[in-house]
């Protein structure tokens, strides 16, 4: 499996591919700069979800729906609707996948700025986005996942089947 590109969401696919068992010597993440994950830093510090346990215990209504409204606002109705669907659809499980597979810890539930209920889960303790990109190199790092820096990918080509056949990078 090569990975094109170093930011968060190649790190979390290898993460995960791993996780539902690929070989981590057979991951490649292709990272055209020098740090990994480097695009959590510029994220809110916390992480989003609707319909969850702990709306549900302190008596919030949220859905998918209503959390897709909000992302569609915010974004001033020009987001791609089916990316904001999908984000919305699996907030809980990447709130969860967090927790589980980083072990990020949750402090109190929290309403930020765009939402219109609270779904909002920052860290107990820290900056969830620090943490996070912390906990994920550290588990990238542990699984061994092969990373090549300074490397981008130029090119795929295929067979005439449609398979893979060859990638160059740069």
């Known amino acids: 499996l090569v990975i094109a590109g170093g930011d968060s969401a190649g ?3 290898a993460v995960q591919a791993a996780a539902e068992g690929m070989d981590p010597s057979k991951i ?3 990272a055209p700069g020098e740090e990994l994950a480097a695009d959590m830093a510029e994220m809110a510090p916390y992480v989003n979800a609707a319909n969850t346990d702990e709306q549900f215990q302190a008596n919030l209504t949220d859905d998918f729906e209503i959390y897709l409204s909000d ?3 915010a974004g001033n109705n020009t987001n791609n609707s089916d990316m904001a669907a999908y984000v ?4 809980e499980e990447a709130k969860d ?3 589980d597979t980083l072990g990020m810890e949750y ?4 309403q930020e700025a765009g939402s ?6 920052p860290a107990k303790e820290g900056n969830l986005n620090e943490l996070a990109q912390k906990a994920l190199l550290k588990k ?3 699984l061994k996942i092969p990373v090549e820096y300074k490397t981008e990918l130029k090119s795929v080509a295929y067979d005439e089947e449609g398979a893979l056949d060859r990638i160059t990078v740069t």
């Open 11 to 13: 790190l979390i696919a």
């Open 28 to 30: 490649l993440i292709l």
């Open 71 to 73: 992302i569609m606002t």
């Open 88 to 91: 919305s659809e699996n907030s």
């Open 97 to 99: 996948w967090l927790a």
């Open 107 to 110: 402090g109190d539930l929290a």
């Open 116 to 121: 219109s209920v609270a779904r909002s889960f």
């Open 140 to 142: 990238v790092e542990e």
